[in-house]
């Protein structure tokens, strides 16, 4: 057993060290659970015992939020004002605004004053601007009148118009901007106080009231008359090519047209030819551009160049090479009046007469009084009285041959006149050996009948002297033009 000086160290100096009397456990696991980090950052040591902790924590705090969370399906209750009625729901629907579908009456209405004094009519608007549009039948003045304007200021309107140009010549579709002025009563017109139209391509027209009276101003437009000229390569389809270049689709069958004179279109020409066409076309100065018809078809091949050139002959149309040549084109007979054949080319038995003889053309039955047209271009060798065909006209063509039309009511030409092909020289009639309405349609060549149903006739143009200066002349300067970029 140990002595008091032992314990107390002597003989010698002696160090105690002092010990804390143990916790409980509940302090223990205070402490342990104070140092833990319950927020870890799940993004790193993924898989750790920290990042599970950590996920569970996250996961117990979500299903904590949900079960204390309200019900998805039941409604929120909140509070509901009272419905209005009286005088609280006229003064709501006064301060509100609604659509007028709804019937809406929003805003206050207030009673007169002595302050407002009553108007006797509802004002008028002092000056009203109008567009009328003229149509196909109608008068200038008749126009004017619908729009409201008063006789007296429409005679005159169309007085001055007609000055400037002829009211004839305005095409159907003008546009006619005016200007009503105040009228002292309704129970008069408006007067007019202005009037505007495009009268023409290069001409504007305007009436202007000044000083109580209707004056005319003449607005000329200038018109530049250089032609556009296109050119592009053939490829798989001319007229495809043709209309991706821009040329309108009346042009590109003006222009196929123009080259069948002179080649086969789907037999001389290859895709890497090039097309080259000069259309007419007039430019005003207010922007407006205007295209008018074929002037020049050409076409670049490897083979032959063909170029051709429209120029008026005996006043038709007709194209023509460099060397002022026409191309030779071949007309077949055919029917010179609408109509069906009642007898054909050949022996037949007389309808009148009762025996057997040579018929020696076609019978075309048609209505009394239908146009008769020339088979085609020629001269007028015969135009009268003919025995048993009654009313006959005869033309000349080239190559020795004739044809002749019969029985007709009306002759609509004269001995020695020209003849284009289509034109019309007579009506369909009964006149001479006839049993009705019909034409008698023969052809002969060195006056020997043959069938009209076969023959053709080849006609070519080749001018001289003046006119061919002048063709050269024009063929240089369409060819002259700048292509359009």
Known sequence: MRSDSDLLGGGGATALAYTAPARGGFATLADRLRDVDWTPDLGARIGSLEW????????????????????????????????????????ARAQSIAPLAWGAATGRRMAATDLVAPLAATPERPIVD??????????????????????????????????????????????????????????????????????????????????????????????DHTPLRVQGRVGSSLYRSARAAGVPARIVEAYIKALATKVSIGRDVGADDTFDLVVERERAATGEERLGGLAFAGLERKGKDVALVRWAVDGRDQWLDADGKGAHTTRSGGMPVSGHITSSFGKRRHPILGYVRMHDGLDIGARYGSPIHAAADGTVAFAGRNGGYG????????????????????????????????????????????????????????????????????????????????????????????PAS
């Open 52 to 91: 599970f902790r950590g996920a569970a924590t996250c996961l117990a705090l979500c299903t904590v939020s949900w079960m204390l969370g309200p019900s998805l399906h039941a409604p929120i209750i909140g509070a509901a004002p009272p419905s209005l009625s009286g005088h609280q729901w006229d003064e």
């Open 130 to 223: 109008l567009t009328a549009t003229f149509a196909s039948g109608d008068s200038f003045g008749g126009v004017l009148q619908r729009a409201g304007v008063g006789r007296g200021d429409a005679s005159r309107a169309a007085d001055l118009i007609a000055q400037a140009i002829d009211l004839g010549d305005l095409k159907p579709g003008t546009r006619i901007d005016l200007t009503l002025g105040r009228r002292s009563t309704k129970s008069v017109p408006r007067p007019l106080e202005k009037l505007a139209l495009r009268a023409r391509f290069d001409l504007a027209l305007a009436i202007n009231r000044t000083d109580g009276a209707l004056t005319l101003d003449r607005q000329p437009i200038a018109i």
């Open 391 to 482: 009313n006959f006209v005869r033309l000349k063509h080239s190559g020795a041959i004739t044809t002749g039309y019969g029985h007709m009511s009306k002759i609509a030409v004269r001995a020695g006149a020209h003849v284009h092909a289509g034109q019309v020289i007579g009506y369909v009639g009964s006149t001479g050996l006839s049993t009705g309405p019909h034409l008698h349609f023969e052809v002969r060549k060195n006056n020997r009948p043959i069938n009209p149903r076969s023959f053709s006739i080849a006609s070519v143009t080749q001018l001289s002297g003046k006119a061919l200066r002048a063709f050269k002349a024009r063929a240089a300067s369409l060819r002259a033009v700048t």
